[in-house]
């Protein structure tokens, strides 16, 4: 379960605790750059060092959050030096991404974070829901935020638009309905209702239903709701299978 719960702080700290005003200031101040990298840290530190004794977490803990930090660093220059060229862009985004969690993975196993664990860590895995419920949290913290973030990428990825722009003009209800779109959708897989699915889908599309005579916004709809189903489906489905 640690390698869970080190996932589950990834995403808050890269995504839940980290603003779209901090996210775009950080590329051009050291300061904002800073304040996410110390978010991260804190977030991280909350995460290992209650459950993994120090000894062994120390050493993973300072590479996890110096190559994050340098990770951060690199996307940010390319993102800089291919300014306006949104393929590069989501693509740095992705490899960014894969990069984090890859090496959480890595340096999971590399120093077995799993054989030297806490009282506190014992004392709670005794209760019988507890891995459960970290699989749970996991599943909904990605659906949530993480996910969220995606389906704006491949909006500004679609539209070519400037990331600025596109995030002014990115309507906050919107972006809450996909969300909670998700989470339905996820419950109900949980508990093996996929049949029920497709009322959330038909009841979201009827409350959209005049908009969607306009073509523009007809062709983002079908995108944006595809690709939230399918990360929905693909998510929950596979993280089920680690449920006892």
Not at 78 to 98: A, E, N, R
Not at 184 to 197: C, D, E, P
Request: aromatic share 16%.
């Amino acid at each position: 379960m640690i390698i869970y719960i080190l996932v589950i702080a990834h995403f808050l700290a890269d995504f839940t605790f980290q603003s779209t005003r901090l996210a775009y200031c950080k590329l051009n101040s050291n300061r904002d750059f800073l304040c996410h990298a110390s978010i991260y840290a804190f977030i991280l530190l909350i995460a290992i060092f209650p459950f993994v004794k120090f000894s062994r977490a120390i050493i993973p803990y300072i590479i996890i959050i110096i190559s994050h930090s340098f990770i951060d660093w690199i996307r940010i220059n390319v993102d800089k030096k291919f300014k306006g060229k949104q393929t590069i862009t989501f693509i740095s985004f992705i490899m960014d991404q894969i990069l984090h969690v890859l090496i959480l993975i890595v340096l999971y196993h590399a120093f077995n974070l799993g054989v030297e664990t806490t009282e506190l860590y014992c004392l709670i895995q005794q209760w019988p829901y507890f891995n459960n419920l970290v699989i749970y949290c996991l599943v909904f913290i990605i659906l949530w935020d993480p996910t969220a973030v995606f389906i704006k990428k491949i909006f500004i990825y679609i539209s070519n638009e400037n990331n600025y722009v596109q995030e002014n003009n990115d309507l906050q209800v919107g972006r809450i309905i996909g969300k909670l779109e998700r989470i339905i959708i996820s419950i109900l897989i949980l508990n093996n209702q996929y049949s029920a699915v497709g009322f959330v889908l038909t009841a979201k599309s009827i409350a959209r239903y005049k908009q969607l005579e306009e073509k523009n916004f007809a062709e983002k709809y079908l995108v944006g709701t595809l690709t939230s189903v399918l990360i929905a489906i693909i998510v929950t489905i596979f993280l089920k299978q680690f449920l006892k």
